[in-house]
């Protein structure tokens, strides 16, 4: 089935630092690609998503390339403020479409 | 605008002990889904549905149950609950069919420990 594999952390970072979080997809044909986001005490969110390969997701800094070459999906920013300090989620649909799969999940944590 | 709600936030229960988590939605979603979250294993689907009176089982599915009698509302229930189940629990809800055409809608969780 459909999956997804990204990088362990925790990720520590300095403020203003470039951020990079890997995200690898195993998938039929080319689902949507999803990043979530889960500040602390909360609930997941959307940060952004690619609907089709090559499309850039973009929202609050942060980007994702979809690249079907590499079955990638990376996330970006290039300057980090402590209030990114979250888990960030990469997710694909499953093979039915009537769910979502999320990878293990990424804790970034930026200090001032 | 309350959009999913989840009770309780936070509750312990000793080993053998059944108890219902609700979630309840006030966007119209026909979707709606539960997820355990593990530390180092991300979010894991236990049980959706597809609309009222619908109910599917996810990837890990054993020990619960689910109920959708009302489209609104999501129950999701232990009945004799184990250690291996203490997570926190995620609600979500969507109108197309696991959010794969716009985005999920998640709750605040809930926090179970079971002694």
């Known amino acids: 089935g459909n999956s997804v594999t990204q990088m362990e952390g925790p990720v520590t970072l300095s403020e203003e630092a470039f951020l990079t979080i890997n995200c690898t997809y195993t998938?039929?044909?080319?689902?949507?690609l999803f990043w979530y986001v889960q500040y602390p005490g909360e609930g997941l969110q959307l940060l952004l998503k690619?609907?089709?390969?090559?499309d850039k997701g973009s929202n609050k800094g942060f980007e994702a390339t979809y690249r079907k070459e590499t079955t990638s999906f990376h996330l970006e920013k290039g300057s980090v403020q402590v209030s990114d300090s979250a888990v960030y989620f990469c997710?694909?649909?499953?093979?039915?479409?009537?769910?979502?799969?999320f990878g293990g999940g990424t804790r970034v944590l930026v200090k001032p | 605008n309350a959009g999913v709600t989840q009770t309780p936030k936070f509750r312990v229960l000793k080993t053998g002990q059944s108890m219902t988590l609700l979630c309840a939605q006030d966007?119209?979603?026909?979707?709606m889904y539960w997820y355990r979250q593990d530390p180092g294993m991300g979010l894991r689907l236990i049980h959706y549905?597809?609309?009222?009176?619908?109910?599917a089982k996810g990837e890990v599915p054993d020990g619960y149950n689910v109920s959708r009698l009302k489209k609104q509302n999501f129950l999701l229930g232990l009945e004799s609950a184990a250690p291996s189940q203490t997570s926190v629990y995620f609600c979500?809800?969507?109108?197309?069919?696991?959010?794969?055409?716009?985005?999920?809608?998640f709750g605040s969780g809930t926090q179970l420990s079971v002694l």
């Open positions: 549905s597809v609309g009222e009176g619908t109910t």
């Open positions: 966007m119209n979603h026909e979707y």
């Open positions: 997710a694909l649909p499953g093979l039915a479409g009537n769910k979502l799969t």
């Open positions: 690619a609907t089709k390969a090559d």
């Open positions: 979500a809800s969507s109108y197309s069919p696991g959010g794969t055409n716009e985005k999920l809608f």
């Open positions: 998938a039929t044909g080319y689902p949507s």
